[in-house]
């Protein structure tokens, strides 16, 4: 009878007790490998967490807040709002008309006792305003009007429209201790009866059901339709954008965290593949050994694989611990179990992908070794050549070092590389936090012209007839003024900008304020720059009454409409001496910078901490990086130093070597890092100042760039002195017969 | 005369149970111009004695004198000038380096301590260790026996007073061991030098002038 044997090739024990002792034999190399995947799993992990914490947190706010707010309400649509059933939450509220007093801007309020779950200024102290005589403030207002901060003080408030009335303090309102806008609560009975808000339209902030788990342009789908069967026009729906906006994931966040992340990912692969192959090609005998005792390539694959897989795992799990603590300190009201332990797995998967793939070549390599060539087996076998040019070289300490550069090119260029791309990572990170001072971020807007911003009173600008145009007659900001604020010792120029009221008619909307604003001859280029559709010939716009619309997408977004190319608009102008209507034809739109940067300013910042924080991180990781590779580069070649002590090469000389060799190394990584690092910081700011970070200006990190030198050239005198002074507590012969 | 002694030379490995005596106090002379075969099984201590004798191991207890001066008494840095100038060593792995070629080899502990190597002495250690032709080459592409030989012509191109040789024929033909044998005992008759060797080989140990053996750390023989 025939019987096929199967050949059983049991061996999961024998290999797990094999990669258990080698890890325990190669302690050094086990550390470095351990450092350089905690850290990136750190990295990693902190990145994502961080992330998820805000936008765990920025969904906390969000749930007591509105979603959508309905204006300008008549007590029908109030009615027909409040019957429908969509609307799980509704609550009335006011908003008057603000006025300056002693540089503070007030702003008469009133919303309903209770709003829950809507998130409003709660009392803190006192009662909520109960009859027509009785307000809520901050106890900043008080300070803002010089009263002392008790319950029961009478305070006179002056309107815009010159009237007085005084109003006793009934209670506190929380929070405001630092802000440009004091809020005053009125109570119901001054809402419907009192000067400042009886005329006033209530406004009605909702919550919608289920919008949670809508599309964004479901959700906005949804609270229009309930606003057009309430009867309420589309320009008076008013969506939070913030909740709007957090139901698609934002796509550049995500790219950006993708995109570091890859890189992250990278370089590790970089460095765990040349630590692992340093240590494979050092250990070259042992596995030749194995096999010669009968272990299979495979065997010997797996075994490389299994000690990956420890390492892996063990750095991985200590990564992922300090990014969870790092995370949770950063964002600790954004944490949530959930989203950290799915990130965290993905992470931790991702990162057994990128050992898994370092050490494929290291583990052929330890597979690829017969018996008879592991004992001949140097790396420099690596590398093709047999002989040398010349017989004799001058073989200086120096010398040496670039000839052992020299004949393992492959294993310096990889050594070279892997510090450069910690290199580069350091330098775009330094450039991002020199090319973003804090002064270029709060000069955003008009304030990167200047320092100052002098324009018309508000209070003037609501009272005055005619309102801007009404004090543009009698212009205070005029060359004179100019002249004299030039005459001011230390200014060194100032900018004018011009715009003027108007109202006009198109599609819906009869009668809307806005307002209109030349430009110069000189400066149409720029504005045929930042055209987005249509073309204009200044000199025709002049002749036909031509006019361009900026923001157009403002408009989409308020109105459901755009300005269109060709159609006419009529506007509405107090010329000095009376109103003019006048009609003018849309040639082309534009979408300004400025205005985006408004819109996108809250989602900026929380980028622009996000890869400032990352940049240091990345500083961080790319000079561990570097000691690692340095330190690594030369405790793996322990005997080889050895070897060459042994035949009568002293300390110093020895020293002096591993110096030279550092000394290159630090050479062609600082190339790398200058080249791409300058190239990778330039684009860096580039593609930010495109998406609208206009503060940011490239710089070269030079101090970043001198430190970064500084450490790169003194680890290796450094590290060679503390080795040489380590290679001592053994004595030369138990150095030479070691393997690690 | 006598060039090197040894005085109660111990070396012990670990402590208490776990105490492996290496060396077990060895007295040893060797007189200048002296060919020196060890002798003895694996174990028994001979590698451990040649390196003490050549300074790149520290005795427990005793003490290495060469030409009168004591090995354990000069500094790291002393020690190892002392050792390039004065020893010449051949060791059982080789221990070339890899990036230098054949010549380069040969010549690296004069060139480190900073001298121009003699090149016509050092073209006719090539010549006899039938090494002509390989000196550019690159030593890992070598036989184990053409890397033997480079080792020794290393050993011997300082002209070192002492030449310490842990199995120098160990990778070679007997024709070739016999050859390098007899190159050796020419070079130490030429230069008055001193060697010292391990050995396995009876034939090859008959060849020296005198035949020491170790067993257990102790000399027995000789």
Known sequence: MKRREKIKNNNKRIIGHLAARSLRTSKTRNIFILLTIALSVGLLGVMTLAYSGTVVERNKEISVMQHVIYENLADPQIKALENTKKIDFLTLAKLGQGFEINGGMVRPVYYEEITEPIQTNSICEGTYPQNIHEIAVNRSFMNLMGLSASIGETVSLTFLDGESEAFVVA?????????????????????????????????????????????????????????????????????????????????????????????????????????????????????????????????????????????????????????WLIAYCIKPQGWNWEHTLILSLVIFLADLITVFVSIRKPAKLAASVS??????FSQYRQNGEKESKKILRKLTPLNLAVMSAMRNRKKTLLTMISLGVGGVLLLTGAAFIVSMTPE??????????????????????????????????????????????????????????????????????INATDSLAPFTRENQENVKDALAEGSFDYDEMIAKDEILIANNTVADEIFGWKFEMGDIVTIRYFNGVEEVEKEFTIVGSMDTLSEQLILDKTSFTLLNK????????????????????????????????????????????????????????ALGNLVITLILGTGAGYLMVYLLRSVGATYMHYRFPSWYFMGYVLVTLLVPVFVSGASVRAFHKASLVDRLRKME | MKILETKNVKKYYGNGDNCVKALDGVDLSVDKGELLAIVGTSGSGKSTLLHMLGGLDIPTEGSVMINGKELSKMKEEQLTIFRRRQIGFVFQNYNLVPMLNVYENIVLPLELDGNKPDRKYVHGIIDLLHLKGTETRFTNG????????????????????????????????????????GLLKMSIKKFGQTLVMITHNNEIAQLADRIIRIEDGRICEG
């Open chain 1, 171 to 323: 209670g506190f309102l929380e929070g405001g201790e630092v802000t440009k806008v004091y809020p005053v609560l009125f109570s119901k009975e001054y809402a419907e009866a009192g000067s400042q808000l009886k005329d006033i339209p209530y406004q009605a902030l909702c919550r919608i059901q289920g919008a949670e788990k809508q599309s964004e342009q479901a959700f906005l789908e949804t609270i229009r339709t309930i606003g057009a069967d309430a009867g309420v026009e589309r320009k008076n729906i008013n969506e939070n954008n913030n909740f709007s906006s957090s139901l698609t994931m934002s796509a550049i966040d995500v790219l950006v965290i993708a995109g570091v992340g890859v890189g992250i990912l990278l370089v590790s692969v970089l460095v765990v593949y040349s630590v692992f192959y340093l240590s494979v090609a050092g250990r070259i005998q042992q596995y030749g050994q194995l096999r010669t005792l009968g272990a299979t390539k495979r065997q010997i694959k797996a075994l490389v694989n299994r000690e990956g897989i420890i390492l892996c795992i063990a750095g991985a799990v200590s990564g992922l611990l300090i990014a």
């Open chain 1, 371 to 376: 018996a008879i060539e592991a004992s001949g």
């Open chain 1, 440 to 509: 270029d971020y709060s000069r955003q807007g008009f304030y990167q012209w200047g320092e100052f911003v002098i324009n018309y009173d508000y209070n003037a600008t609501q009272t005055v007839e005619n309102g801007n145009v009404g004090i543009q007659m009698n212009n205070p900001l005029n060359d004179e003024l100019i002249a004299s604020i030039q005459g001011i010792n230390g200014v060194k120029d100032v900018l004018s900008f011009n715009k003027t009221q108007i109202s006009y008619d198109y599609k819906d909307e």
């Open chain 1, 610 to 665: 996000m890869i400032l924080g990352l940049s240091i991180f990345i500083i961080g990781f790319s000079l561990i990086n570097l000691i690692n590779t340095l330190i690594t580069n030369i405790v793996s070649r322990r005997q080889e130093f050895s070897m060459l002590q042994s035949i009568g090469m002293s300390n110093r000389q020895l020293m002096r070597m591993i110096q030279g060799e550092g000394l290159i190394l």
């Open chain 2, 142 to 181: 070598l036989s184990g026996g053409q890397q033997q030989r480079v080792a020794i012509a290393r050993a011997l191109a300082s002209k070192p007073a002492i030449i310490l040789a842990d199995e120098p024929t160990g990778n070679l033909d007997s024709k070739t061991s016999q050859e390098v044998l």
